[in-house]
């Protein structure tokens, strides 16, 4: 068995950026005119109830003016042939050629790619697959969807195959273009996600050269069957003769019951998998967390620690981010772990639809 290494991560963000304020203006207009004909009437919504609610105060976007026209609700995306860079494998390669800088590998050096996000916008050929071929990589690719835990638990696919030595280093890229799946018509969810993507090379401890590399030390996954996240988009609706772009299906959730059902998995999750190492939360200098909902982040710290120790200890990126996704603690990680010290802890952690619980402890050499 080979010892794993995290040597490094990319993060690239669109340009276009939505306030709560500018978000909350659109679909406000749309309500009234909605209310107007319609005796089922839709709840206004304000930017402080947004962040009130979430934490988010903005979210970066692929495509701003479609989402902001109270006529549209939903961004415009140009259609590219089969013989054009897909939109995601744009986003993929964007996260993905920092990430080899980082950690100083070039394509001769990757031996499998894995592309793991909430949505991949076709179903074959695979985006890891032309992302492979952008890049220039011999061996394997192949996309995983596991919705907010698709980043961790594509790390540790990738920490087994380096482990076994079925490759030498992996490429995994989480490209978040989320905002096509957003209902922006509906008040309790068209603030919650942005655009992003994210990346890291894992590869053998032996062969690591970077500035910062972190061992790792344990992983642990679960998944426990629920309802409470789903979106139901999806071919059947050819067959069914269903609306493909209903509500149901767009992301959709119970809030209330995901953050009384997750937190409590969450933080017993991390407990439990510490715990195991021989280290203790307090050992722990860093926790990059999925950035979902500052208040669930805030709960499950709590639980963890007994108290709310700040930025410092578990950073939050969402405020500027908003939900991303799989990538939010992948966010967190790049923005917040090149001040640790050799020796130190820390956990990557997400969770999400599934529901889902991915995570792994590192330490830094």
Not at 35 to 56: M, R, V, W, Y
Not at 80 to 90: P, V
Not at 129 to 151: K, R, T, Y
Not at 249 to 276: I, S, T, W, Y
Request: aromatic content about 8%; some cysteine.
């Amino acid at each position: 068995m080979h010892p794993v290494v995290i040597s490094g991560v990319g993060l690239w963000h669109p340009e276009d950026v939505i306030t709560n304020e500018e978000l909350v203006t659109a679909y406000n207009v749309y309500v009234e005119r909605y209310n107007e004909t319609h005796d089922d009437e839709l709840p206004a919504s304000s930017a402080e109830f947004i962040e009130k609610a979430s934490g988010i105060r903005q979210r970066y976007t692929y495509r701003k003016a479609g989402v902001l026209d109270p006529e549209r609700m939903r961004p415009q995306l140009e259609v590219r042939g089969d013989d054009e860079l897909s939109h995601q494998a744009e986003f993929a390669l964007n996260a993905a050629r920092p990430a080899l800088a980082a950690a100083g590998k070039t394509a001769e050096d990757i031996d499998m790619v894995i592309v793991s996000c909430a949505y991949t916008q076709r179903s074959y050929p695979a985006i890891a697959i032309e992302v492979q071929a952008a890049l220039g990589i011999e061996g394997s690719a192949f996309d995983m969807l596991v919705a907010c835990s698709a980043a961790t638990f594509a790390l540790q696919r990738a920490h087994d195959a380096i482990a076994a030595g079925s490759a030498r280093a992996v490429l995994v890229i989480n490209p978040e273009l989320t905002s096509p799946q957003v209902n922006y018509c509906d008040r309790d969810g068209h603030f919650i996600f942005g655009d992003v993507a994210t990346a890291m090379v894992l590869e053998r401890g032996q062969d690591a050269g970077a500035d910062h590399v972190y061992d790792v030390l344990g992983l642990r996954a679960k998944t426990v069957y629920s309802n409470n996240i789903r979106s139901n988009f999806g071919y059947l609706s050819y067959a069914d003769d269903s609306d493909p772009y209903a509500a149901d299906k767009l992301f959709h959730q119970n809030g209330r019951k995901v953050f009384k059902e997750v937190c409590p998995m969450a933080a017993d999750h991390l407990q439990q998998q510490v715990g195991e190492l021989g280290l203790s939360t307090e050992d722990i200098r860093r926790w990059w967390l999925h950035q979902a909902n500052i208040n669930m982040n805030q709960l499950i710290i709590r639980r963890l620690l007994g108290s709310e120790p700040g930025q410092d200890i578990a950073p939050i990126v969402l405020d500027e981010f908003a939900n991303t996704a799989s990538a939010g603690s992948i966010i967190a990680f790049a923005r917040h772990h090149e001040d640790l010290e050799a020796g130190d802890h820390g956990v990557i952690c997400s969770f999400g639809a599934g529901y889902s619980i991915g995570s792994l402890v590192l330490r830094k050499r």
